[in-house]
T-cell receptor, first 115, second 113 residues
Framework: DQQVKQNSPSLSVQEGRISILNCDYT??????FLWYKKYPAEGPTFLIS?????DKNEDGRFTVFLNKSAKHLSLHIVPSQPGDSAVYFC??????????????FGKGTLLTVNP | EAGVTQSPTHLIKTRGQQATLRCSPI?????VYWYQQALGLGLQFLLW???????NRGNFPPRFSGRQFPNYSSELNVNALELEDSALYLC????????????FGPGTRLTVL
């Protein structure tokens, strides 16, 4: 059961344009959402996060939007740069009780930013 | 500051054997997390260790086990290897219980023949 879904395996955008990566989830108990970026042969690196009590978080060129009613979050990158080309993972955190947290990841979206 | 390190980079085993993967967290981090990334799947949470104790585990059979040492480094053991255990195994560390920011190592590629 895929509780965190990234339905687009890949996305290609032009340098300078906006990249929008989407993520849907099914479990309303998720309380925190994160985006990670992964380059080939490297581990994922934390990018940006958002608490379930917020609907937007911005950090430089990166903005994450959360729509709890739709169980949907998106990552906007503006403007996109060729160095942003990587696999982006959406992750959601759940507390199963007594600080027993668990992160559930989506399958990732490969973003390619063309010069 | 050194990042999370994992060894070995690649590991080739045959079915039924045991594999041991190692992880050294960032200095000062007490939590270590293990994930499996199989082909076509996202990262699947395996295990979380903090202060030497197993705090939580994902939906994996008991033949996936591990431990955390007093220096906070960690070992993941996979017994009775099966072909579908072939995957990239990622280790991450954070400050105690810092689920909001985990720092990942480069991973160990395990191939089971």
């Amino acid at each position: 059961d895929q509780q965190v879904k990234q339905n687009s395996p890949s996305l290609s955008v032009q340098e300078g344009r906006i990249s929008i990566l989407n993520c849907d989830y099914t479990n309303s108990m998720f309380d925190y959402f994160l985006w990670y970026k992964k380059y080939p042969a490297e581990g994922p690196t934390f990018l940006i996060s958002i608490s379930s009590i917020k609907d937007k978080n911005e950090d430089g060129r990166f903005t994450v939007f959360l729509n709890k009613s739709a169980k949907h979050l998106s990552l906007h990158i503006v403007p996109s740069q060729p160095g942003d080309s990587a696999v982006y993972f959406c992750a959601a955190r759940i507390n199963s009780g007594g600080s027993n947290y668990k992160l559930t990841f989506g399958k990732g979206t490969l973003l390619t930013v063309n010069p | 500051e050194a990042g999370v390190t994992q060894s070995p980079t690649h590991l080739i085993k045959t079915r039924g054997q045991q594999a041991t993967l190692r992880c050294s967290p960032i200095s000062g981090h007490t939590s270590v997390y293990w994930y499996q990334q199989a082909l076509g799947l996202g990262l699947q949470f395996l295990l979380w260790y903090d202060e030497g104790e197993e705090r939580n585990r994902g939906n994996f059979p008991p033949r996936f086990s591990g431990r955390q040492f007093p220096n906070y480094s960690s070992e993941l053991n996979v017994n009775a290897l099966e072909l579908e255990d072939s995957a990239l195994y990622l280790c991450a560390s954070s400050l105690q219980g810092g689920w909001d920011t985990q720092y990942f190592g480069p991973g160990t590629r395990l191939t089971v023949l």
